[in-house]
């Protein structure tokens, strides 16, 4: 085998917004009308209405390079709120809402949602959360289910980097990523176990749909999976970024991520043994806390302080971010987050300044615009 992946690992990213009343601050269901002006404006950003009428989702064509992610990310951005503006409406990235009561929240007029709140009941009738996932391109299976195996030891501190979900329904939850403890209520979430091959991860699959726990392979809501209709590895753990920087960060570390550990796939290097215990119980512990306090070194078996750990991800990464010509902008990204704090820690600080969650709704619209 070469030492080195032949494939390019290219990557997509997928955004879910809120759609803001900028009067209230609340949620409000105008998806039908941001999408249509915005399918209008804008051709090449893909826009797509979620299960919720006050949510909105768009996904960036395939990029080569960080500049192509940050270009898309920031044109997706514009389009979709110049799109809102014309609908009297605002658009905020943020894994949850401050204080929208989800009793009020009305879901999209499409079967596919429809069942899904039929199906879920209650765990879907409160899920108004939003999320960002991450495509890395793999198109060998094989590798791609081996790169599952390695990369999932990584999420926690992934999560713990990107969390930006502090608040629900009026409370501070004490979570930094209170979208993660929402959704690990579904029955196929969190970090899959680690599969001996592609075979066994179809067989799975194939298994909870032929039971009936699924409907289709698509309803596998892993925090990483194997895209179904693309050759992708897609990353699903992160609350949607705050900021453009910190989705472009995000893109350069998973990608990283993913290649290093292709490397070592390659390389024959042994993968760590890790109970899907200790790597439940670290992604709370991010969840919880983001880098505030100690995360779990899953392979060392230790809690340690949330920034040796990083430091030791970053040292990791460093090499196949050097080859791609991406470690100065990540690296500077990672240590802006370090010093001015995650999107959740500066969601809770405008919180502390101004008692005043539409204070914070103010903020997320301004950080959602900036730079695009």
């Not at 105008?30 to 949510?55: D, I």
């Not at 879907?124 to 793999?138: A, E, K, R, S, T």
């Not at 992604?283 to 995360?295: F, K």
């Not at 995650?342 to 502390?352: D, F, H, P």
Request: proline share 3%; charged share 25%; with cysteine.
């Amino acid at each position: 085998m070469s030492a080195s992946p032949d494939e390019a690992l290219t990557m997509g990213v997928e955004e879910e917004y809120q759609i803001i009343d900028p009067k209230t601050r609340q949620l409000t269901g105008r998806a039908k009308q941001v999408m249509s002006s915005a399918t209008e404006a804008e051709k090449n950003t893909a826009v797509q209405r979620e299960v919720y009428t006050s949510m909105i989702e768009i996904a960036t064509p395939v990029c080569s390079t960080l500049t192509e992610v940050r270009d898309q990310v920031a044109q997706a951005r514009r389009t979709i709120i110049d799109a809102a503006a014309e609908n009297g409406s605002a658009i905020v990235a943020a894994g949850t809402h401050p204080f929208s009561d989800w009793r009020q929240q009305k879901v999209t007029d499409k079967e596919r949602y429809q069942d899904l709140v039929g199906d879920y009941r209650q765990i879907m009738d409160d899920l108004i959360i939003f999320g960002c996932h991450i495509h890395v391109g793999i198109s060998d299976r094989e590798i791609a289910v081996q790169v599952l195996n390695r990369t999932r030891l990584w999420l926690p501190l992934l999560l713990a980097i990107s969390v930006n979900s502090p608040f629900w329904m009026g409370q501070e939850t004490g979570y930094s990523s209170y979208r993660t403890e929402l959704w690990s209520r579904w029955p196929f979430s969190g970090a899959p176990n680690s599969f001996a091959n592609y075979d066994e991860y179809c067989s799975l699959t194939q298994t909870l749909t032929q039971v009936g726990a699924i409907r289709d392979a698509t309803k596998i809501y892993w925090d990483i999976r194997l895209s179904d209709d693309l050759p992708t590895v897609e990353f699903r753990f992160a609350d949607v970024c705050l900021s453009i920087d910190e989705t472009v960060m995000l893109a350069g570390l998973v990608r990283a991520l993913a290649r290093s550990c292709y490397k070592d796939i390659l390389a024959g290097t042994p993968a760590a043994d890790v109970r899907p215990e200790v790597l439940r119980a670290a992604q709370w512990r991010a969840a919880r806390s983001g880098l505030s306090h100690t995360l779990i070194d899953v392979v060392d078996r230790k809690s340690a302080p949330a920034h040796d750990v990083l430091k030791h991800f970053l040292q990791y990464l460093r090499p196949e971010l050097e080859e791609l010509e991406d470690w100065d902008r990540v690296n500077a990204l990672v240590q802006q987050i370090v010093e001015n704090g995650t999107g959740a820690a500066r969601q809770k600080g405008v919180y502390n300044r101004t008692q005043s969650l539409e204070a914070v709704v103010d903020y997320m619209i301004e950080q959602t615009a900036a730079s695009t």
